[in-house]
């Protein structure tokens, strides 16, 4: 749960109040959440890594107690962490998962000599484009959204986007964390955003120079190695590795040492 005497806050170049979590004491180290959920889904991996690192654990906009200043625009995410690093001392290690791994390497690329060392967990880029989720899946949201239909959003998320089974989201929609998952429903089109046509952004993956690790789960979704060994590939400092028996909702204390591995290197 979260700990109120954790909790800060900074501001944004939009005047956004952007919240985060401090824990732990060393070199610090920002933590970007994925779609459809908030900094809570980092908590367990804060806790480990803040053993040996100042770990900024934070809230993207428009989740938890973190504002959110229209229009979107993926530059206004990448202003957010740039806010935290500042808070953070002027330079961090950065660690983002899923659509917060795409963030995560937009922002390195373009705040440099601020990010020291990335780690991105699964970003779902897909290399066949058959795969690859609707194409107009930000106006799907924009209008379900438009029209209070967030139940609907979400829906739209799981099975068109992760792929999950129609017969398991109606049976979620009646669940007790199903209004939690509807509350972050309005983040939806912001993720989407961030991915664009999910093709591997070769061009942004050339411009990151820093030592770059693209892990993938054994277990996970068929394409992420494939995914993430293309990554690397295209990154000038990347490497990749696999962690056995880990799906894409990976385990703290797996990640975890893998994470503070990288980063103490």
Do not use: C
């Not at 005497?5 to 170049?13: A, D, F, I, R």
């Not at 690859?132 to 967030?150: C, F, H, I, K, S």
């Not at 892990?215 to 990347?238: D, Q, W, Y």
């Amino acid at each position: 749960m979260y700990d109120a005497t954790t909790l800060n806050k900074v501001t944004s170049k939009d005047g956004t109040a952007i919240a985060f979590d401090r824990l732990g004491d060393g070199p610090p180290v920002i933590l970007v959440s994925g779609g459809s959920v908030d900094r809570q889904s980092n908590a367990g991996v804060a806790a480990i890594l803040a053993s040996d690192f100042t770990v900024f654990n934070y809230d993207r906009r428009g989740r938890g107690p973190s504002g959110d200043t229209a229009p979107y625009a993926v530059e206004r995410e990448v202003e957010d962490i740039d806010a935290v690093i500042t808070a953070a001392g002027g330079s961090a290690h950065l660690y983002g998962t899923s659509s917060g791994a795409a963030l995560a390497l937009i922002a390195a690329a373009q705040l440099p000599g601020k990010i020291t060392k990335l780690a991105l967990w699964e970003p779902p880029y897909i290399i066949d484009p058959a795969a690859r989720p609707p194409a107009d899946q930000v106006e799907q949201y924009n209008t379900m959204l438009a029209e209070g239909r967030r139940g609907d959003a979400a829906q739209y998320f799981m099975e068109k986007v992760v792929g999950m089974p129609a017969e398991f989201v109606a049976s979620a929609r009646s669940q007790p964390w199903w209004a939690w998952t509807e509350s972050l429903a309005h983040t939806l089109p912001y993720d989407a955003t961030i991915m664009g046509d999910y093709s591997l952004p070769l061009d942004v993956a050339k411009a990151v120079t820093i030592p770059t690790i693209v892990l993938a789960g054994e277990a996970s979704f068929p394409f992420m190695i494939e995914t993430a060994e293309a990554l690397a590939k295209a990154l000038p400092a990347g490497q990749t590795r696999t962690l056995e028996g880990q799906s894409h909702d990976v385990a703290p204390d797996v990640i975890g040492p893998a994470l503070r591995e990288f980063f103490a290197a």
